[in-house]
């Protein structure tokens, strides 16, 4: 009988412990780009240690299944040396790419995004300014860039609809009109 069949359905690698397979990007890390930075006070996730417990400021790209969003908690479980990292969110551990965690901008202080809110939550009449988006409705991204609303542009919210759907807000001297979903893929934060 060939040697190739002798072995077969016999385990012939040692165990040596529990391993992490992580999905996405690439082993080589990248340098962070400069212009991520938001403020002082933030960093991307790459440059987190073990054990830290850091508040998500911005995050870019992701999964439906694998989603982190603004103002999430995290605790930093594992590093790797290309940079990926398993974290803690809600009690779910999630393993993000070398990639992701350069693209995800953190803080150690809960108030960098304590202001931060979903654009539906404001009240009429309120002022608001667009910080961010929430980056797990990627369809919305381009729209929102089309219709002029940046990051840093502030706005007005004039009314809403009955049911909630559309929100009205005067955006640059006009008035603009956005669904719950175009609007839910907004984060603002509040203008006194």
Not at 135 to 159: D, I
Request: charged share 25%; proline share 4%.
């Amino acid at each position: 009988m060939p040697s190739q069949y002798k072995t077969r359905g016999r385990c012939q690698s040692s165990h040596r412990g529990w391993g992490f397979t992580f999905v996405g990007g690439n082993v080589e890390r990248a340098e962070p780009s400069k212009k991520t930075s938001v403020t002082d006070t933030t960093f991307p996730l790459c440059e987190a240690q073990v054990g830290d417990r850091l508040w998500v400021v911005e995050s870019i790209g992701g999964t439906r299944s694998h989603e982190v969003h603004v103002g999430d908690e995290l605790h930093v479980i594992n590093l790797t040396k290309s940079g990926s990292v398993i974290v803690e969110i809600g009690g779910d551990r999630i393993g993000l790419c070398a990639r992701r965690t350069q693209s995800t901008l953190v803080s150690r202080d809960p108030k960098v995004t304590a202001d931060l809110q979903p654009l539906r939550d404001l009240k009429v009449g309120s002022r608001g300014r667009i910080f961010s988006y929430d980056c797990s409705r990627k369809g919305y991204r381009k729209r929102l860039l089309a219709m002029g609303l940046t990051p840093g542009t502030e706005f007005k919210v004039t009314r809403y609809a009955p049911l909630g759907d559309p929100i009205e807000i005067q955006v640059r001297g006009f008035n603009l009109s956005l669904r719950k979903d175009d609007a839910d893929a907004l984060v603002v934060e509040s203008v006194r």
